[in-house]
């Protein structure tokens, strides 16, 4: 069974200080993750995905097999980064369709 | 413009009454899931279709059903809704793989049932 957990439901930051929002999962195979986003008003949508190794908004994310985890980091947060942020694994093989997100994690940012 | 629509946006119910969400998408898009958003526990699949009439449970399928007849609708029914269904419901289509596989949500569906 796969499963995605975001330790923290919520994070608080200031302005220009680094964020690191955590994910770690669970999966015996090989898993493609993403993160996603919902700002207040919106709907959710894609951040990233770890296939693609880009840099979105200043967002990085690496996957980090031996830790199992996927990490969302940024070195200077801004105000509009402020949001609800998932975490998201997808299956292999003939489970290719099935989508698991974590929990959530709410951010912050203070001026 | 391209978006997934769902209707209603808001129902109150009552235990038991069937009702259907519906779910539409205007990208001709093959993939088309279902999710529930709940306090704490995030959100959780409870069904995905990957193409006309393929459809496929995800975690949370218990008390749901769906169909994929069309490419663009995927309706979330309902048989005998019970109050631990009271949810906001969010319906998510993409293309099936690759670099086009960014899924896109529809705007939510609130349900509670009483």
């Known amino acids: 069974a796969q499963r995605v957990t975001q330790p923290e439901k919520l994070l608080s930051v200031f302005k220009g200080a680094p964020v690191e929002l955590k994910c770690n999962y669970s999966?015996?195979?090989?898993?493609?993750l993403f993160w996603y986003v919902q700002y207040s008003r919106q709907r959710l949508q894609l951040l990233l995905r770890?296939?693609s190794r880009e840099s979105i908004k200043g967002f990085t994310a690496d996957l980090n097999k031996g830790e199992t985890s996927f990490h969302l980091k940024k070195p200077f947060a801004q105000e509009e980064d402020s949001a609800m942020y998932y975490c998201a694994l997808r299956a292999g093989g003939t489970s290719y369709g099935k989508l698991t997100f974590g929990q959530g994690t709410i951010l912050t940012v203070h001026p | 413009e391209a978006q997934v629509t769902q209707n209603p946006r808001y129902l109150i119910t009552v235990t038991g009454k069937k009702l259907t969400v519906t779910c539409s998408q205007n990208?001709?898009?093959?993939?088309m899931s279902w999710y529930r958003q709940d306090p704490g526990l995030g959100l959780r699949q409870i069904y995905y279709?990957?193409?006309?009439?393929?459809?496929d449970k995800g975690d949370v399928p218990e008390g749901y059903k769906v169909s994929r007849k069309e490419k663009r609708n995927f309706p979330l029914i309902l048989e005998s809704p019970s109050p631990n269904q009271t949810s906001l419901y969010f319906c998510?289509?993409?293309?099936?793989?690759?670099?086009?596989?960014?899924?896109?949500f529809g705007p939510g569906t609130r349900l509670t049932v009483l």
């Open positions: 770890h296939i």
């Open positions: 279709s990957m193409n006309v009439e393929v459809t």
């Open positions: 998510a289509s993409s293309f099936f793989a690759g670099d086009r596989d960014e899924q896109f």
């Open positions: 999966y015996s195979g090989s898993p493609e």
């Open positions: 990208m001709n898009h093959e993939y």
